[in-house]
């Protein structure tokens, strides 16, 4: 089985390329997890490349942005190739089957960096909010999680 699951911020906007014969677009970024740290050890982080096919890939650069919180579902992908010093290099990709954005707004909005959630939308007057009959509506501090 070879699946993996990331959670982490990217470290620069998404770059797009076009592949010429299908006119597919490709997306390639790096993500920022941190390992979980043991008390009295230092903080280390990972930077795998992430590689997206096709719609999510335009997607990828509409939306995604530097410091943007993302969700990564896909497998591992090993290459190599040869450098111009005639050196063998081997890359390890995670190519995405999904991607979820778990930050959001325009990346001519917000330019990346920081929080950027879903806006909230206010309350109309009188405080009905369009909750479906039989329900209730409830505050965020209410939420047991």
């Known amino acids: 089985m070879n699946s993996v699951v990331l959670i982490g911020r990217l470290t620069r906007d998404p770059e797009v390329r076009y592949i010429s014969e299908s006119q597919m677009a490709?997306?390639?970024?790096t993500l920022a997890i941190d390992r979980p740290a043991r008390s009295g050890q230092?903080?280390?982080t990972d930077f795998p490349r992430i590689t997206v096919f096709g719609r999510q890939a335009e997607n990828c650069e509409r939306f995604l942005a530097k410091g943007r919180l993302v969700g990564i579902q896909g497998r591992i992908q090993t290459g190599s190739y040869t450098n111009k010093d005639g050196q063998t290099v081997y890359?390890?990709?995670?190519?995405?089957?999904?991607?979820?954005?778990?930050?959001?707004g325009d990346r001519a909005q917000g330019g990346g960096s920081g929080f950027q959630s879903r806006p909230q939308q206010a309350a109309p007057a009188g405080g009905d909010m369009g909750i479906p009959e039989g329900f209730q509506a409830i505050q965020d501090d209410d939420i047991p999680f």
């Open 26 to 29: 490709v997306a390639t970024f």
């Open 42 to 44: 230092e903080k280390k």
């Open 91 to 104: 890359t390890t990709d995670v190519v995405a089957d999904r991607v979820e954005f778990l930050e959001w």
